[in-house]
């Protein structure tokens, strides 16, 4: 059976499985399929005479008199238009910019626009992307001291589903990062990967590192706790080789790794202190997420909304643990879907990741998310290859209909602070694009209430299929 559950998969299909069946095809252009016909429609033209010709209580005209324009979706250049976005952002210590597809490239240089105008302006220090913990201690490591080589790092860790991250539009971020922190290494920006689908080697390495120094008696028992899964493969192929095990296997697993979390817990070490003793726990905890995950039945639609609320979970978890031990303001950057304050797909993301950090942080976390009138996106398709795919214009009726007859082109409206006339717009349920991994899914078009869904919305005219590298 074909396992397409997948980390980055936000609507699952009828099989599941791990981050990767090796994905072996091209990016090829793609045309919507029958499926997506709910985004075709012919959208009255937006910008200043569409809006000028709009009722004067339509939620459109209401939402142009408090939206700002953006000034360019592109990385480079003045910030002066995000000014606006810096006072909704107020004193948040989590902002989470969401995304409509997974792959566009406006979506992408949108949120590096925005981590550059954070950090230079508001005094934000990490920036957390919807990938494995260990994936983010290699790139830690290379944006803080310029630790191994960039491509090798992106290619052996972007795997699997993660494949959709190894673009331009994410190499220039990081290149951008790892150059600020050349600039300023006693203040830099961080890396985290706030995912549960992959343990790498690192982390065991890390584990084993810190109980060598501080607690030499734990060695052996953890050493046993950890038998056979340290990993000695790729990414793709140690996750499906792990799937492969019986489910019983995969839970004796996953108890045995919550013991090695326990014993570190006990004490920190003589001779270290506690931050050295947080971080191995932290480490450690991260694979133990990484085989409770794998310990749901994942074949079986029942355990889907237990296993995907156990991600959500857990990536909060470790957003807010960063934010904690660090003190760093964060932007998290992932899909609309894991940003936001109530779920899109509730059959299967009963509780999201936004939600579960608006319970933690309450207003210091912002939710923000990114919508498109029309443009195209890589995804995977149902051969497994990634393909480009294209939708037209949103229909009447849609959520983006409406967001793209504001007055503007590319704007930023804060939802909590809107004119009567679109609040009860706000409030009502209405179908917008939700484009996972793997295109088309089963939820790519949920009615949502943006008011209850998203404090913050950045909304874009057009979006286009970002750059793959590999």
Known sequence: MLRTFVPLVLCVGAAAGGIGTAYAGSVTDTNPPATASVFAGVAASAGPEGAAAAA??????????VAHPLRTTEPRGGLADLRPFGRMVGDARVVGLGESTHSSH???????RVLRYLVEEKGFRAFALEAAWSTGVRLDAYVLRGEGDLKQIMDEEFQGSYRLWNNAEYRDLLQWMRAYNAEHPKDPVRFVGDDNGFAGAQLY??????????????VPQLTELYRGLRPATDADTYINEYLSKPIAERREIAERTGRAVEL????PGTGTDADAHAWAVQHATAIHQMT???AFDLDDPRSIPDAMTYRDRSMADNVAWWQRQTGDRIVLAAHNTHVALDTYAPATHPKVQGAFLRERLGSGYLSVGLTFDRGSF????RDGGVHRFTVGPAAPGTAE??????RYRDFVVDLRNTPTEARAWLAEPHTIKNIGATYPGIADAPQIRLAKTHDVV?????????????
């Open 292 to 294: 409770t995950l794998y």
């Open 264 to 267: 570190l817990k006990q004490r």
């Open 56 to 65: 004067f209580g339509s939620p459109e005209a209401a939402l142009g008199r």
């Open 106 to 112: 406006e979506f992408l240089t949108v949120k590096h």
């Open 378 to 381: 890589n995804a995977f398709g």
């Open 401 to 406: 209909h409406t967001l793209d007859r504001v």
């Open 458 to 470: 950045i909304h874009l005219r057009q979006v286009n299929a970002a750059g793959m590298l590999n």
């Open 205 to 218: 390495d890390k584990v084993g590192a810190y109980a060598a120094a501080a607690r030499p008696e734990l």
